[in-house]
């Protein structure tokens, strides 16, 4: 760890070790019962979750469902959901996009195929433009997060294609005080310090009458790349990739008779990343841990939302009435893509710089150019440093209202919901290229002014692009779940969604890169669509023994159709789609949960066969760079999950999660041009096999509960090729690899010390260095960028929890 600086920062770290090591010590003092690091190992059938509206003990939810409870998530050392992922099979998360795919179901283009949840309150984005990340909610004072695999739309709704993440957070409650301190501080090889701070507390206020909990959380996750000027190498931004995180929560709970509970909340989260996480490969020596990244425009993203919330919940004795009112308000400021390799790269294309005669890309060309983007940076000789800026700014502004009745009767041989859901989203994307030196690019590269090369001054503030979309988002859906018990084992479920949806925007594009047909005036273009979704369910179960299920489950789910702005047909060539349909997908799933040797082995399996028609897909358009939405082709996703945990001793418990999974198009998806976009057999881009393993051991250290702990995550290289790495199709770029075969271990031990619990750790153990996400700017640029795991780390942690 040689560039770490053992000095200034260490002190807000150590500042927050001690803060929490003195909350733990006031925790100490106030609690009776206090749990030990062996609870941490204790049954996940047991854990309670609600994945079907209901409360159930995971162990008999018939579905494919991994939970994850607070003391789960501490002992694991899970951050984030990009750590969750990893122990989650059928699961992967995109960092650069925050895309969580489950089961093959992904895909960047029109509304989220992953179901997104804050409690009940969905909080997915819709992709209006480019860089519609969606957000990525904390794991700081949650009960627990819920991960259900397979398509989620009967009690979901649109958007849970896939499945779908929950996120509880920790309630208030009128009769019970509880607390939660943690702070940890842990240094990088070759990075900067990251460190953490929170805490949570919550009780009655009056006694089964009024009740609070607050809690407040910041973090600093170091960095380890660093921003240089790529002609000198000189450092201008050590460790620039570090992300800032501020979490803060409140809730109260009213209950002014015992069968009636209001539950007011709000839900505050800053996420700043004040660079991304890619380095250039040219430059970089990651076996050597010198990661380096030259863009010269630095690449943020900065993500802040509100939350409010309103729950009440009216129990009768029989049934329950359950409210759920929600506003979303989210901003985020990104800078999606470098305008700079952007622009060289478009440029490139139009001069046919670093081109042979035949369009194939060359370093060197003896008739043409050289390249404008080298495999190392900006090649403008005579011209001096050249920065453009792109500025995507997103936001959402949802309205969510939902009702449901549900039974109350967890015996009773008829089990039920029914639900209506209200939402009114609306969200803009505006989309900025910031640059003011392209009068004098222009002149350079092609010895003409704006006007005669562009048909377009800048726009008044330097920009040269602007694509600014407005979107609404509508819904009413009705929908019912139930489960009839045929006799005492014997279930039936049935369930159905009827959904009434409207989605319009409006967009304006302006600016020279616009390429306009009406001679530089900005465009404004304006659409809608309407459907009527219906997502049926049913499923069987069968309960062979109280703690052995075996289930059969089919089901639909679907993502909300929209309109496209159109393109400019003299500069894209052709006459494009303006809107797109919902596409859907069929599930069949077939599972078990059981355990064996007296309930010390527990596994819950399942193997799925998913149709997904109709797919929402962006397809790029080389001759403007510009793209739309359509629907094209068919995929089929098949796979199977595994998660299991065995206590194979009081002291030893062993987990396994494996996933396999094989997502392909089924058929040719090819435009109404003509031009093939996927081959039957092409990779949706799924992992086929990964796998994640854990050891654990708890003993006792001088008296005290204490354990040691060691996890290893797999990820297998892909076989098949994806879209643009076939040769057969338009988009195919010779210079993209699918990910190597990734491994991952690291290890903890901490020691329990009265209400209070000490760990150290280390993550990435063996300094493992793939090279991952190899991209570029298109086919014909030599410069690549890559990412790669964090480098070894190794931390501290104390925390606090009555």
């Given at each position: ?98 895309d ?25 984005t ?35 294609e ?43 206020i ?31 931004d ?36 004040h ?35 309103l ?83 997103n ?29 009114a ?34 726009l ?11 979107g ?24 159905a ?56 489950t ?30 859907t ?117 001088l008296?005290?509960d ?32 699918p ?45 690549y ?18």
């Amino acid at each position: 760890m040689a560039r770490i600086v053992w000095g200034r920062q260490w002190l807000p770290a150590l500042a927050m070790l001690v803060a929490a090591a003195i909350a733990g010590r006031a925790l100490a003092q106030t609690a009776d019962a206090k749990p030990t690091v062996a609870d941490v190992s204790a049954s996940s059938a047991e854990i309670v979750v609600t994945a079907t509206r209901t409360e159930q003990t995971l162990g008999k939810v018939p579905e494919s469902v991994s939970a994850y409870t607070a003391a789960k998530m501490d002992v694991e050392g899970i951050k984030s959901f990009a750590d969750l992922a990893k122990f989650s099979p059928g699961v992967s998360f995109d960092d650069a996009s925050h895309d969580i795919a489950i089961r093959g179901i992904s895909s960047t283009a029109g509304s989220g195929t992953t179901g997104i949840y804050i409690d009940d309150t969905p909080i997915q984005t819709r992709a209006l433009g480019f860089n519609a990340n969606n957000a990525l909610p904390a794991v700081f004072d949650l009960a627990r997060v819920e991960v259900l695999r397979g398509p989620q739309g009967t009690l979901f709704g649109a958007g849970s294609e896939g499945g779908a993440v929950r996120y509880i957070t920790a309630q208030p409650s009128t009769t019970v005080a509880s607390g939660y301190a943690h702070a940890e501080v842990a240094g990088t090889e070759g990075g900067a310090l990251s460190y953490e701070g929170g805490a949570a507390v919550g009780g009655p206020i009056v006694p089964d009458v009024l009740g609070f909990r607050i809690s407040a959380w910041a973090r600093r996750d170091g960095g380890w790349i660093d921003r240089v000027d790529y002609q000198t190498l000189a450092v201008t931004d050590a460790d620039a990739n570090s992300v800032d995180t501020v979490v803060l929560r409140g809730a109260l709970a009213w209950t002014p008779t015992s069968a009636l509970t209001i539950t007011p909340g709000i839900n505050y989260q800053d996420r700043d990343q004040h660079n991304y996480d890619d380095y250039w490969v040219s430059i970089s020596d990651p076996a050597h841990g010198r990661y380096r990244n030259g863009t010269p425009d630095r690449m943020a993203d900065a993500d802040r939302f509100w939350l409010p919330t309103l729950k009440i919940d009216y129990d009768v004795g029989p049934v329950r009435l359950i409210s759920d009112t929600a506003y979303y308000d989210r901003t985020e400021r990104v800078n999606g893509y470098s305008g700079t390799l952007y622009d060289l790269s478009y440029f490139q294309q139009l001069t046919g710089a670093g081109t042979d005669p035949q369009g194939s890309p060359c370093a060197q060309c003896a008739t043409d150019p050289s390249p404008l983007l080298l495999a190392t940076g900006p090649n403008l000789p005579g011209f001096g440093p050249y920065v453009a800026h792109n500025i995507t700014t997103n936001t959402q502004q949802n309205i969510v209202q939902e009702v449901r009745l549900q039974s109350n009767e967890p015996a009773a041989p008829l089990i039920w919901v029914v639900g209506l859901f209200l939402s009114a989203d609306t969200q803009r994307s505006t989309e900025e290229i910031n640059d003011p030196q392209l009068p004098a690019l222009t002149q350079y590269l092609w010895g003409e002014d704006m006007l005669t090369a562009w048909g377009e001054s800048l726009l008044a503030n330097g920009d040269d692009y602007i694509n600014d979309t407005i979107g609404h988002d509508r819904q009413i859906a009705l929908y019912v779940d139930a489960t009839w018990s045929i006799t005492d084992r014997l279930k039936l479920t049935a369930g159905a969604r009827y959904a009434w949806t409207h989605y319009d925007f409006t967009n304006r594009t302006d600016g020279p890169q616009a390429l306009l047909d009406d001679g530089g005036v900005a465009q404004l273009t304006s659409g809608s669509k309407n459907e009527a979704p219906f997502t049926p369910k049913l499923g069987i179960s069968y309960q062979i023994t109280d703690h052995d299920l075996v289930y059969a489950t089919a089901s639909e789910g679907y993502r909300i159709g929209g309109a496209t702005p159109p393109l400019p047909s003299m500069a894209c060539g052709g006459d494009f789609p303006t809107s797109y349909n919902s596409d859907t997908v069929n599930s069949l799933e077939i599972g078990s949960k059981g355990s064996l040797f007296d309930h010390a082995l527990q596994i819950a399996t399942s193997a799925y066969y998913i149709q997904w028609k109709n797919i929402q897909q962006a397809v790029y358009v080389p001759a403007c760079g510009l793209q739309y939405t359509t629907n094209l082709g068919t995929a089929v996703s098949q796979g199977l999950d595994l998660q299991s945990q065995w206590r194979v001793t009081q002291a030893l418990t062993l987990e396994l999660a494996v996933g396999y999974n094989d997502a392909a198009y089924s058929r040719d998806a090819v435009s109404k041009s003509g031009d093939v976009l996927a081959l039957k057999g092409d990779s949706l881009g799924a992992i086929p096999w990964t796998l994640a393993a854990g050891a654990q051991y708890d003993f006792q250290l001088l008296g005290r509960d204490a354990f040691m702990r060691v996890d290893d995550e797999y990820a297998s290289r892909r076989t098949a090729p994806i879209p643009a790495e076939d040769p057969g199709t338009v988009g195919f770029d010779p210079g993209l690899t699918p990910d190597p075969a990734t491994n991952q271990l690291s290890m903890r031990a901490g020691v329990t010390l009265a209400a209070w619990k000490a760990e150290v750790y280390v993550d990435n153990l063996l300094n493992s260095h793939p090279q991952l996400g190899l991209t570029h700017q298109d086919q014909f640029t030599l410069l690549y960028e890559a990412q790669s795991f964090r480098p070894l780390t190794v931390g501290l942690s104390v925390s606090g929890r009555y």
